[in-house]
T-cell receptor, first 110, second 111 residues
Framework: DAGITQSPRHKVTETGTPVTLRCHQT?????MYWYRQDPGHGLRLIHY???????DKGEVSDGYSVSRSKTEDFLLTLESATSSQTSVYFC?????????FGPGTRLTVT | GQQVMQIPQYQHVQEGEDFTTYCNSS?????IQWYKQRPGGHPVFLIQ?????EVKKQKRLTFQFGEAKKNSSLHITATQTTDVGTYFC???????????FGKGTLLTVNP
């Protein structure tokens, strides 16, 4: 694996609360990504980053924000969690064009 | 925006049978990639195809990229129980670093 960790691995939270998921990489890759995976939808890009403080939106960015203050960390924040954001969240890095994924965070919003 | 369609959504086979999943893009791709995700796991990169008409093999897996660079297929010969999982194609279009994933094909294998 490409030295990618995600924390927490599992989280249960209540509707309306803020939630932050962390992705950490050890190999200084420039590009990092956040995806969500839901049954029947495959992997959908939420946000991505192409450098420190450089981020852009993906196809399902509403309700999510990101920050990247250091090369190794990419944070995904749900400002006010909703039940529709219950999902498995994967972080990924790119070494060229191919991507390598972290182990995922299973988030349940009750 | 770019769309990548993948069929079938599910495939159940007997061990030893062959399996194929197909991927079609709404736009011409720079390259296409294939990933495998085991149940409960994360997607793992398998291979990348770049050239028109390219064919690559990994043991029992054969990957093809169409002449128009808009479609691709993954064929597994003589499936084994270790092949179980979801296979995703992902296309790289105009952006060098943004992939568009198909919805995947879930393969189950009956021993």
């Amino acid at each position: 694996d490409a030295g990618i960790t995600q924390s927490p691995r599992h989280k249960v939270t209540e509707t309306g609360t803020p939630v932050t998921l962390r992705c950490h990489q050890t190999e200084n890759h420039r590009y990092m990504y956040w995806y969500r995976q839901d049954p029947g939808h495959g992997l959908r890009l939420i946000h991505y980053s192409y450098g420190v403080k450089d981020t852009d939106k993906g196809e399902v960015s509403d309700g999510y924000s990101v920050s990247r203050s250091k090369t190794e960390d990419f944070l995904l924040t749900l400002e006010s969690a909703t039940s529709s954001q219950t999902s498995v969240y994967f972080c990924a890095i790119s070494t060229g064009s191919e991507q390598y994924f972290g182990p995922g965070t299973r988030l349940t919003v009750t | 925006g770019q769309q990548v369609m993948q069929i079938p959504q599910y495939q159940h086979v007997q061990e030893g049978e062959d399996f194929t999943t197909y991927c079609n893009s709404s736009t011409t791709l720079s390259n296409i990639q294939w990933y495998k995700q085991r149940p409960g796991g994360h997607p793992v990169f398998l291979i990348q195809l770049v050239k028109s008409g390219e064919v690559k093999k990994q043991k029992r897996l054969t990957f093809q990229f169409g002449e128009a660079k808009k479609n691709s297929s993954l064929h597994i010969t003589a499936t084994q129980t270790t092949d179980v999982g979801t296979y995703f194609c992902a296309g790289l279009g105009g952006s060098n670093y943004k992939l568009t994933f198909g919805k995947g094909t879930l393969l189950t294998v009956n021993p």
